[in-house]
């Protein structure tokens, strides 16, 4: 169950700055090199420790943006709350990620990290970690023996037992699952981001194999608003400018599937001049669609009018070959949603169609009559594709995942039982809270009576958990 | 527990066509006259069945508003999904109730009505009713004891028992449990629509006391988003406008609360050109209003330099006397929240300031320096004392009232127990779907492949219960 | 030439106050009655001067939001520019235009005043003003022969001769012009406001009979602004809202005509959720909807889909029988144009149509198959019929006109020949610097250096004449 | 005067595809090959001829962009209107500027090209253009040298001789005017693009020099409009994104100046959800900006809040020392509005701080206490430094230029004297109307009876010349 190996692109901006080694690199694996960082230690395994100062500077202007884990690493020092956590982990290796790391070990923790993608480790990041004493297995560019090497070697330490687990995509998880059921069972709990690894441990729960409290922090609040709503209002823009230069003013376009993300394309193009029309079916969606003032139809009719086709539904086949056929000439059409099945590509793999690579992830599809259509990314994500996540919602997420495994380690015996649980609406609000200094914003305080009337605690949660924000 | 007499303020217009008879009118009470429709039926109790006429007319010009009831009627009228209902309601009695109970009719059931609020029934809409054959017990202006002797006669009619009970405020529903216990018992169902009766059924659940399955329709998505979200947004500027002429542009506005009201509000004033900031408690809502472009302050700070305070939090004294006297000479003051009480409104009648009333709904209030402090409707509900509800709106809650009534009666053996419930998914995307031909809009249907990629089905639901939207 | 008489419909606001008098009023014509004001002059001829206390109650609740005028009294009473300034004005007489002037006067000015309008005088306002000194003649409700008896009563005083003329309308200025030929003759200038009072002006000049210097102020930025873009923006709301109750969530709209009002309009409605699209004859104005987001169409094209009608164009037939016929069922049409022949109304009064007042300013328009068509005003300017004129776009106005006042009155000899001129662009400035306050704006200023390396004066001008704003 | 030499940054996007030769390029002068194209003919000087193909794809994808050049082809085909123009050109060369020659070329005219910039030259195109028979003298890199020696081999050819000059920024005429004055006498018409030549054809006007008819093509609407406010409207988003991934959401910021540009600026980030506000120094802008719901503040009062900081003033040292040095830690700092100098980036080279280049275009300038500012394109213009110019807005341009020269060489005798004009209305409306079918926008047309009514044309133009727009 190699899944998120085959994720093509990475989602994390590598700076310019960085890519300076890449090329100067020698062709070694790391495997076999021997290495050591400025202490001494051996016990990590990436590309070159010596870029250590190029990642050490990078993680330092990442946390110039991450000030609410910084702020917790403050406010939590003193009491250590993860003092005696020994955590694995399995997420992206990037800047973020070292803050985040570097947040739990600054709380008590213990850390041995790897990637859970072959392709997007920051390699000076990876230095920089390693350097500062974190055990990272981690480069960019493994093979898929490497990536399972590296799993393998993050979790099997002479000596040491991990008791947490902090995954994204499951492959951590299922590895220790199948190779270490002892460190498996004897864990106190597992903190989950992706959407794939959820719904892994929903399977293993259902199947009553879960015997450990895993936490999936991919539906709070907090993250899912940011990942979606707030994180594609601007990188649809961003997507379709860096690969396009189209001008967004007057321009016809139908958004396919009016959820979140949808929801957040649509307003951006609308503010931006273009005219926005959207098919959904869900009708209270839809009618939401309306309520915001988009026309709401179907794909067929208007694909022919159409200046730019934006598919955000998770489903597949959304924009079909025949639909593709009747599309008019410069047509730009791009996938928000999932996968790269939204958009029917292999369809357009025929040999009456000419593909031509015009720029990087901009390809002109040719029709015989000479029609182009401009495909994007080749149905790829646009947004992992062609933006970039700007580090803000990359600091939601590591702080969620940080107060998740906070809360699993330290909650009373039993809190949480063998199943898979969201993180408490409470924690959620403090995800929120911790990032109001970003934005110079004061909340309000009940006053006692106030918060009386209400039936609420000071403190929060301020909101049922049915609460659809 | 006559907590819905105390209403001050209807919340449904009175046309001004229909206000024409309101002098003319003899001051004999209804319980007094002897009338009877032209089928000779004397079994209704309405200020003046000659009236009939113009609330037929009344009735027909809301039924153009109220396509998705009509629509229903010609689903469902084969199959009369309600033959066999005998319902007594107890709502508003306007033009749009009136179409809800003549689908009803149309459906199968049979229908005795009374009024939930002792000055809002629109005398020639129950005349209509009355015409038409509905037992329709109500008029404008009763007395508390009108009020309760109207519910009785609707409920007590020889030969005659009711199974269903539509209730807005819980007080049907109460004089039904109190008085007619057998009938309470042998019910098939209660929809109940208000804030305020939805509490007591909860209440009446947990002291094990509620022998019937009853219906939340309040908190189904479609109605909590029209009544707070879509109408807020439209009444905000409707309700300041009618009464205070105010240009929005350039003006600085304090939101107190940052739910679905308080989007509302902002989302239109910002629209306007006013510049906007709020206040919150609830720091996941507060990091919305930032991503919104709101900054996010506390009241104090701002007090002086706002042009209009607006509240919406539901709890109260949100502003305070003492943030009162800060305020700046000609600053508006009002709530868009709940109750009266948002606003201390109770702190500003006091001997040393001045009430100066210079329209229906605005006051000057008036400091010793000179400050006047504009207060409209006297710190109660601004969008239902000074703007309507669009017949849309309550297009959307009749239908869900209409769905949740025949899911009820329908439903099979079990499937609901002696609880409250919310409208399933399905009713209210249904809901949501009878509302579609209003805006031309066109619902995308799942092939049969996507249905199983997607695991749904192809008629819905769409989307699990915790769905945010 | 009594144009200007037949306006029908009054664009000032009669607070709800005011009327208490009017129901109580005797009939006897102010022509015939004797009064005098508390200091005894009888120089002046209003409803009845006893009002005057809640006039001038009315007068210091607009002085609240004419704080430039009041700004104006200060910065310039020390010096007093108008002193020696003999004005006859002739304007609506409503509170703000009284701010106006006690503002003249308080710059030195002596005034007399007559109304524009037969219909729009507030008698308690022209009371207060009789009473603190000001010779007024005018009341509500004057006959065509009180209407010309007005402007020559306060054109011909024994002993005083007018050398200023401010005008709304061209009437008093005709009148002078015709009766008066030597004041005409030695007058300082002429300040007019209105559309119709220019063209006036302009053709005076074009024959050469125009012997006095005139300011269009009509056509200042300033004014141009507030009075189309700003105003309209919010009167297309409250004007659909105040007579219909209609939700703009999803309504398809159609405007015709994207100048300053249909820009206005469409930005308003958009913001609020419906789907707008519009009809334009310019290609440059069509090119910037399209940019706005905006869909260009023909009318016809649409006609059958809409909810609802706007034309904006000042053109005549817009809207044709033909298309009526077409419009679907409920359909709202309205005019925020000029006059009131941009819809063909008067195609609509045929013998096969049904109309029926609803409510004041909504007519249903019936036609044989039931449609009904939902006309407002009768076709007449909406913003004028069915909203309000915003206190601060009045004082806008005002400001400009009592700049002009002093511009012409204190111009060196030479600079204004006799011609018609447009209010020079730094009193244009000074009009919107005057307005600052309001907005708590705060202008930066130039450094001497910065002034001079854009060739400005620090004090303005700061735009070549042609600037486009 | 070389003034256009010193521009640094090119402002038309290389596509990625373009630039796979120049590596491969050898170092050669162009000045010293010998280069024929397929036709035989050497009367060119490219880079490199054979790259012809690559140029004839870019141009090509190009067009399908400039679709109103392209009809305006179509249309005027027929009467060559440009039959006998000798047309000599210096502009940016680039796909767009080759879609601009052909379509001359297509209408008649000989046309003979050189670049204005010594940077901007896509080699390919050049190629194309020179193997499809169009005289080009430019390449990428060009010295100082190069550049004069190309503008003299493009006017100076051995029997022919040139009667009109398509100039962007002056120098072109310059050199004629200088060199070949009696060349310059006999010219029908100069037009010319930039502000920079258009100040110098004024220059020359008022010294009694210019014996041609100018046209500044700058200032019409048209262009003024997608140049300023539509393309600013898009770039700003997009500089700010590709060089520094923020996100827009919640940050406060700062625009210096309310004009076009401002305006751009201010109402895409609000759409974004930042929170914005402004500087100005004119007070009719200031009250637009109030209207439009930007406060409207001096930069002291805000500069150490705000997160981005950006000019659009036309002006110098609008962001001072001072203000950098209060400025918070890592805020962005850039200009959109001319030039270099609004920013005193000057003062920040100075010992006590460190720049450190962290991207392309992005600096760090640190402060000794650790502070850091995100200089963007070192004070220059960030539209042209970091985003590219649309075709579309290229297609604006063309289109108005193509019109110019049409008008000029057709206008019948007299019409225009020795003096710089503004492109006709008429002609203007016409560029707009050219792009209509971009947008699949259909204008009306006014009846007979229409036009006559508004005392029109029914072809235009449409609006008096003073017209805001």
């Known amino acids: 169950t190699t899944g998120s190996l085959t994720v093509y692109l990475t989602h994390y901006r590598l700076s310019d700055s960085a890519s300076y080694s890449d090329s100067s690199d020698d062709e070694t694996s790391p495997r076999d090199k021997a290495q050591a960082n400025s ?9 070159n420790v010596k870029q250590a100062e190029f990642g050490r500077r990078e993680i330092e202007i990442a946390e110039q943006d991450m000030s609410a884990l910084i702020s917790l690493r403050k406010r939590a020092q003193a009491e250590k709350p993860l003092a005696g956590a020994k955590i694995v982990g399995c997420t992206h290796i990037t800047a973020q990620t070292a803050v985040l790391i570097e947040t739990l070990v600054a709380l008590g923790a213990q850390c041995r990290w790897t990637a859970c993608n072959i392709y997007s480790t920051q390699n000076e990041v990876a ?7 974190v055990p990272v297995f981690a480069w960019k560019g493994e093979s898929e023996d490497d990536f399972w090497w590296c799993i393998d070697r993050c979790v099997n330490k002479e000596g040491w037992q991990a008791n947490m687990i902090l995954d994204d995509g499951g492959d951590l998880t299922h590895w220790v699952y199948k190779k270490y059921p002892s460190v498996f069972k004897k864990a106190q709990g597992i903190v989950e981001e992706s959407v794939t690894g959820v719904h892994r441990l929903y399977q293993l729960s259902k199947a009553g194999k879960l015997c450990v409290p895993a936490m999936n922090v991919n539906d709070s609040v907090t993250k899912q608003k940011f990942d979606n709503l707030y994180c594609c209002r601007e990188s649809i823009l961003d997507g379709l400018k860096r690969t396009t230069d189209v001008m967004f003013g007057g321009k016809q376009v139908v958004v396919c599937g009016y959820g979140e993300v949808g929801k957040g394309c649509c307003s951006a193009l609308k503010a931006m001049g273009a005219i926005v029309c959207i098919t959904e079916i869900d009708p209270i969606c839809a009618l939401q669609g ?10 067929n009719e208007v694909i022919r009018q159409m200046d730019i086709v934006i598919t955000c539904t998770g489903n597949k086949n959304v924009v079909t070959r025949d639909q593709l056929d009747r599309i008019k000439n410069g047509c730009i059409v791009c996938n928000m949603g999932h996968s790269n099945t939204e958009i029917d590509v292999a369809s357009l793999r025929s040999p009456e169609l000419t ?3 015009v720029r990087s ?4 599809v040719i029709w015989p009559d000479g029609k182009r259509v401009i495909l994007l990314a080749e149905g790829r994500l646009l947004n992992l594709s062609c933006s970039t996540v700007p580090t803000f919602v990359l600091s939601i997420t590591a702080t969620t995942q940080a107060l998740a495994l906070i809360e699993l380690f330290n909650a009373p015996e039993g809190r949480y039982k063998q199943d898979v649980y969201l993180l408490p609406k409470k924690m959620d609000e403090y995800v929120a809270s911790l990032h109001m200094p970003n934005f110079d914003a004061h909340l309000t305080e009940l006053s006692d009576e106030q918060a009386k009337y209400m039936g609420l605690n000071k403190n929060g949660p301020f909101k049922p958990n049915y609460y659809r924000y």
């Open 39 to 47: 202490k001494g230690s051996s016990d990590f395994c990436v590309k």
């Open 127 to 133: 230095a920089a970690l390693a350097e500062t004493g």
């Open 290 to 299: 309306c309520m915001d003032g988009f026309r709401v139809v179907k794909l």
């Open 355 to 357: 593909w031509e690579r």
């Open 361 to 364: 992830q901009v390809d002109h």
